[in-house]
């Protein structure tokens, strides 16, 4: 899974894998912009709100109870803290993590 904000609708895609997540971008100074409208930025790392994770994907019967899972693994792992995920930046030229 991971955040689209390679234009100014910033949106989340990838729903479908929540084994990962990341942050795509097309530079780090649009994606500076951008950050406001799903959470924050620290030290080259994005923080994404949880609640808008949840609020931005799939409404499914089985989508939140996935999600649910991948937030305790992220929390298990040091990856959730205030309700932000923490999440790797990817500029062009890189997959996604």
Known sequence: MYVDARNSDVRLAGCDDLTRFSVLADDLEALAERAG?????AEGVAFV???WIRDSGPRTRAW??????MLA?????????????Q???VLPGAEPA
């Open 87 to 89: 999440a790797h930046i």
């Open 49 to 51: 709100r949880s609640d």
């Open 64 to 69: 939140p109870a996935a999600l649910d899972a």
């Open 37 to 41: 409208q799903f959470g924050y930025l």
């Open 73 to 85: 693994f992220a929390e298990s792992s040091g990856w959730l803290a205030e309700g932000h995920v």
